[in-house]
């Protein structure tokens, strides 16, 4: 993962950040330094000349005062003497010393003598001049240290000198540059791990986002975003999980309507191939009615009959291929309505015992032609809900088909039994014989399906019986199907027991 990312952020944002806060630093820290190294001596010198003006200012007004020798005056000129660094000394016009900070004035005595009879005995380099006063640079050719000086007259009589060794200001400045040099240097090592840190703290949660982002490019929406920072990246996060959740949600919406759509295409296709299926079918089955009834027609017209029982045999055939079209439109108009819903279910509570024994009844001449045994275990007190109209149809459809195949022991069994939950009736109609191919079980409920035809034609079924009964018993929304045994074949559909009227 790490890889990936060092191969996808080509200029890291971490880095970026870093290098700027890191630079940014050093840029600040370097000027400070080239101010302090150009013009920190400049403003010490600025301020020990402020200095210097207000001890002039102290001395002057003690000197017009006559408090220069008053002790609050000295307390006052020693302290600011202190503070300042500072030394004077104050002469009249014979150079002898009135007033002095200094132990041995001598030195500083003749200094002030050879500035105010403009001796060029001192190196000097004037800084600002006034007609009470000068502040100037000097050097003393004794020691050579230099001085910021300022020297003038209090009065016509009165003399004065104050000055403030240069070399000191320059250790302090000196000082204080180098001092400013490691402090920064140790700045910008201890900023850059801080900077780096809090860069990664940064770009950490955005490397995390970037990570989500891919995965939801992939459609994965299982990753979530888990910060813990009070900021605006994890409000980005917060949002990030909800769009996660509503792309996630709004695809499954897409796929579901996509899969429904696909369900409805593939159902108009499955309609419009049953469609012309059924077509094709009623038009076989009717074909061959139609072409019998047409040629035995044209043979009566053209007279090719000569005898009583010859037209007889052939208006026989003509109402026997009418009655079977007949017979086939019906059907095709019952199954019509009953998935068309016209046909609607009129449901009732009714004895499904009295229904199935009229039913076994209506076929009995049928089965004793066949030598068919049909046998029904009459249980007293069986009530269903259901429209018994449509039930009959789906029992004579099961008792028909199992007439036209039954075979073997020639039996045929009609049971009606409750479930185990108690709820519905299961009634099954078992016939021995042969039982139905595999793959024709799932097969035998569509419309015009026949496993066995020239059977099927035999006995003039439609393939339609078994389709009738998909329809009704979708229509009552209960369960119906066939079972094969080793010497028969169960054909059962379930209803709801109505044995215990629940109010």
């Given at each position: 993962?790490?890889?990936?990312?060092k191969q996808?952020?080509?200029y890291?944002?971490?880095?970026?950040?870093?290098?700027?806060?890191?630079?940014?630093?050093?840029?600040t820290?370097?000027m400070?330094?080239?101010?302090?190294v150009?013009?920190?001596?400049?403003?010490?010198?600025q301020?020990?000349r402020?200095?210097?003006?207000e001890?002039?200012?102290?001395?002057?007004?003690?000197?017009d005062?006559?408090?220069?020798?008053?002790?609050?005056?000295?307390?006052?000129?020693?302290?600011?003497?202190?503070?300042y660094n500072?030394?004077?000394?104050i002469?009249?016009?014979?150079?002898?010393?009135?007033?002095?900070?200094?132990?041995?004035?001598?030195?500083?005595?003749?200094?002030?003598?050879?500035?105010?009879?403009?001796?060029?005995?001192?190196?000097?380099?004037?800084?600002?001049t006034?007609?009470?006063y000068?502040?100037?640079?000097?050097q003393?050719?004794?020691?050579?240290s230099e001085?910021?000086?300022?020297?003038?007259?209090?009065?016509?009589d009165?003399?004065f000198?104050?000055?403030?060794?240069?070399?000191?200001?320059?250790?302090?400045?000196?000082?204080?540059?180098?001092?400013?040099?490691?402090?920064g240097?140790?700045?910008?090592?201890?900023?850059?791990?801080?900077?780096?840190?809090?860069?990664?703290?940064?770009?950490?949660?955005?490397?995390?986002l970037?990570?989500?982002?891919?995965?939801?490019?992939?459609l994965?929406f299982?990753?979530?975003?888990?910060?813990?920072?009070?900021?605006?990246?994890a409000?980005?996060?917060?949002?990030?999980?909800?769009?996660?959740?509503r792309?996630?949600?709004?695809?499954?919406?897409?796929?579901?309507?996509?899969?429904?759509?696909?369900?409805?295409?593939?159902?108009r296709r499955?309609e419009?191939?049953?469609?012309?299926?059924f077509?094709?079918?009623v038009?076989?089955?009717?074909?061959t009615?139609?072409?019998?009834?047409?040629?035995?027609?044209?043979?009566?017209?053209?007279?090719?009959?000569?005898d009583?029982?010859?037209?007889?045999?052939?208006?026989?055939?003509?109402?026997?291929?009418?009655?079977?079209?007949n017979?086939l439109?019906?059907?095709?108009?019952s199954l019509?309505?009953?998935?068309?819903?016209?046909?609607?279910?009129?449901?009732?509570?009714f004895?499904i015992?009295?229904l199935?024994?009229?039913c076994?009844?209506?076929?009995?001449?049928?089965?004793?032609?066949?030598?068919i045994?049909?046998?029904?275990?009459?249980?007293?007190?069986?009530?269903?809900?259901?429209?018994e109209?449509q039930?009959?149809?789906?029992?004579?459809?099961?008792i028909?088909?199992?007439?036209?195949h039954?075979?073997?022991k020639?039996?045929?069994?009609?049971?009606?039994?409750?479930?185990?939950?108690?709820?519905h009736?299961?009634?099954s109609v078992?016939?021995?014989?042969?039982?139905?191919?595999?793959?024709?079980?799932?097969?035998?409920?569509e419309?015009?399906y026949k496993?066995?035809?020239?059977r099927?034609r035999?006995?003039g079924?439609?393939?339609?019986?078994?389709s009738?009964?998909k329809?009704?018993?979708?229509s009552?929304?209960?369960?119906?199907?066939?079972?094969?045994?080793?010497?028969?074949?169960?054909?059962?559909?379930?209803?709801?027991?109505?044995?215990?009227?629940v109010?």
């Open positions: 993962m790490r890889t990936d990312r996808r952020v080509r890291s944002l971490k880095k970026q950040l870093a290098k700027v806060f890191i630079l940014l630093l050093s840029g820290i370097f400070c330094w080239f101010i302090n150009f013009f920190l001596e400049k403003y010490y010198v301020s020990k402020d200095n210097l003006l001890v002039y200012h102290l001395l002057q007004q003690a000197h005062d006559n408090t220069l020798t008053s002790p609050e005056t000295e307390a006052q000129i020693n302290h600011l003497c202190t503070i500072v030394n004077f000394i002469t009249d016009s014979s150079s002898q010393t009135l007033y002095s900070t200094i132990k041995d004035p001598e030195q500083i005595n003749r200094q002030l003598r050879d500035v105010v009879f403009a001796r060029d005995t001192l190196s000097k380099k004037v800084i600002f006034t007609g009470a000068t502040l100037s640079y000097m003393d050719p004794v020691t050579e001085y910021v000086t300022m020297w003038g007259h209090l009065d016509e009165c003399f000198m104050i000055r403030t060794a240069l070399e000191s200001i320059r250790d302090s400045v000196h000082m204080s540059n180098v001092f400013l040099l490691y402090v240097l140790a700045a910008i090592v201890l900023a850059a791990i801080v900077i780096w840190g809090v860069s990664s703290r940064i770009t950490d949660p955005i490397m995390k970037a990570d989500i982002s891919k995965e939801m490019a992939n994965n299982e990753t979530k975003y888990h910060g813990h920072e009070q900021n605006e990246i409000v980005l996060g917060e949002n990030m999980n909800q769009m996660s959740d792309l996630e949600e709004t695809i499954s919406h897409l796929k579901t309507a996509n899969l429904e759509l696909q369900k409805d295409v593939d159902a499955n419009d191939e049953r469609r012309r299926e077509i094709a079918n038009s076989h089955e009717l074909k009615p139609i072409a019998l009834i047409q040629g035995y027609a044209e043979g009566l017209k053209e007279g090719i009959i000569d009583r029982e010859s037209l007889d045999y052939y208006c026989d055939v003509i109402m026997d291929e009418t009655h079977k079209m017979h439109v019906k059907r095709l108009i019509s309505q009953v998935e068309s819903g016209a046909d609607a279910m009129q449901m009732e509570r004895d015992n009295e199935i024994g009229h076994i009844q209506s076929f009995a001449p049928l089965t004793e032609q066949q030598g045994t049909i046998t029904y275990e009459e249980s007293v007190g069986k009530y269903v809900w259901a429209d109209y039930t009959e149809e789906v029992l004579r459809n099961y028909s088909n199992a007439v036209h039954c075979g073997g020639k039996e045929i069994v009609v049971r009606a039994q409750c479930n185990e939950d108690g709820k009736i299961r009634i078992f016939n021995t014989g042969e039982p139905i191919p595999e793959d024709s079980l799932q097969r035998i409920w419309k015009f496993v066995d035809k020239a099927t035999e006995y079924g439609s393939g339609l019986g078994l009738i009964v329809a009704i018993m979708e009552l929304k209960q369960d119906y199907g066939v079972k094969n045994h080793e010497d028969g074949v169960e054909f059962w559909f379930e209803l709801e027991n109505g044995s215990e009227i109010v």
